[in-house]
């Protein structure tokens, strides 16, 4: 049966773990960042807070990990994107936490301006002042892979091997056998969502309702602490750094750390 472009994006890759609990009453929806799928949540992240009582789903937005696209990936939007987010909230019994890494922040922050959420959760975030630093420093170190990748909307190659992938996403502390395995399951991003990220459409703070956690990363070599603490500063509160951790929070080796600020920041609101 041939599906329509619409149903066939709703068709989207979720992980689901856990259940909601008194102590947790409310679900807890990870957005990865460019390149990602839901599972760099699943790695870890997912059975941590399933583990403690809460319900914990990632989505894989469309044409990444198993979620399908029908228009092609290079021209997916940033609305696109949080049609996607918004698509999995509708189904949860209770509007979600929201946590979003790298551009999945970007997409939470786009994604809190006009939808309802218990609290926003960013790590390692592309800040309200957008990507073009990040595509700056990306255009120093692979200036030939991206500058083909506007070309052809293939930009996997400006970040897609285990070198690079460490270079920008991992810490010295994660073993070669994972930076390898991570890196082979990275996948192509959206052209259009790179334009819209750095200059197109950049987030609003001021439209976003929601408390807000903010977090980042010491050795990120994506956005500098300066852009994280900027971040922070919109939302009207304090950036926390944590150290010896590349951009890939989730997946560092010492991501629990991680996972158990956002538990305490979580249930000292009730959540």
């Not at 696209?69 to 290079?74: E, H």
């Not at 002042?129 to 083909?148: C, D, S």
Request: one cysteine or more; a negative charge.
């Amino acid at each position: 049966m041939q599906l329509d472009p619409c149903e066939a994006d709703r068709m989207l890759e979720v992980i689901d773990k856990g259940s909601v609990s008194d102590a947790h009453p409310v679900p807890l929806l990870f957005v990865h960042g460019a390149w990602h799928g839901a599972w760099c949540w699943d790695e870890y992240f997912l059975s941590f807070f399933a583990d403690r009582g809460y319900r914990a789903l990632a989505v894989s937005l469309r044409g990444h990990g198993n979620s399908p696209t029908q228009k092609p990936l290079r021209w997916c939007s940033i609305t696109d994107y949080v049609e996607d987010v918004a698509s999995v909230a509708r189904d949860l019994p209770t509007d979600p936490v929201v946590i979003g890494h790298s551009m999945g922040g970007y997409i939470v922050q786009k994604y809190l301006e006009s939808h309802n959420a218990t609290a926003g959760v960013l790590l390692a975030s592309l800040p309200p002042q957008g990507a073009l630093r990040f595509v700056g420093r990306l255009l120093r170190r692979v200036p030939w892979p991206l500058a083909k990748a506007m070309v052809t909307g293939n930009s996997l190659p400006c970040i897609g091997t285990p070198q690079l992938a460490r270079e920008f996403f991992f810490s010295a502390g994660v073993p070669a056998a994972d930076v390898a395995r991570y890196s082979a399951r990275l996948s192509n991003e959206s052209q259009r969502i790179t334009s819209e990220a750095m200059f197109l459409n950049l987030p609003r703070p001021e439209r976003v309702k929601a408390p807000m956690l903010v977090l980042g990363a010491e050795i990120d070599r994506c956005f500098t602490h300066k852009e994280v603490h900027a971040t922070a500063r919109a939302y009207g509160t304090e950036a926390e750094i944590f150290p010896g951790m590349g951009h890939d929070m989730m997946l560092e080796p010492d991501w629990a750390a991680v996972a158990q600020r956002i538990d305490t920041w979580l249930g000292d609101r009730g959540l």
